[in-house]
């Protein structure tokens, strides 16, 4: 099983490049891929943990797995990664958190009980 690690990847972006047109293009293709935004859309996120989740989900996949026009990933062109993900490794990964998360629930829960 893979894990991931979290880390700063610090570049020099050169802006000069960088137009508006951009920024506008990254927040549509959220807008139109990512339904939790819209208040009263279907996907509506109620709860904001869920929300985080949801949003860090999409980010990922996005990112690590969906290959692009130039036939790589995000994360594989600048280097951040050396092989592009499968969507099983997310999931796997992302099972593997949850188990991680519920099972420090339990502990914090079992260590407040008087014996």
């Given amino acids: ?11 020099s972006p050169d802006l000069s490049s960088l137009a508006t047109s951009h ?3 990254a927040f549509l293709t959220i807008r139109q891929e990512l ?4 208040r009263k859309g279907l996907g509506y996120s109620k709860n904001l943990d869920a929300h985080k989740s949801g949003v860090a989900l999409y980010f990922g996949v996005y990112n690590f797995v969906r290959r692009r ?5 995000p ?3 600048p280097g ?10 997310v999931g796997e990964m992302t099972a ?20």
């Fill in 75 to 77: 994360a594989l062109a």
């Fill in 96 to 115: 593997a958190y949850v188990r991680r998360k519920d099972d420090a629930t339990f502990e914090a829960a079992f260590a407040k009980l008087d014996f």
């Fill in 23 to 25: 920024i506008e293009g």
């Fill in 69 to 73: 026009a130039l036939g790589t990933t």
């Fill in 35 to 38: 339904k939790r935004f819209p």
């Fill in 80 to 89: 951040v990664e050396l092989k592009p993900w499968q969507l099983e490794d």
């Fill in 1 to 11: 099983m893979k894990t991931a690690e979290r880390k700063a990847v610090v570049a």
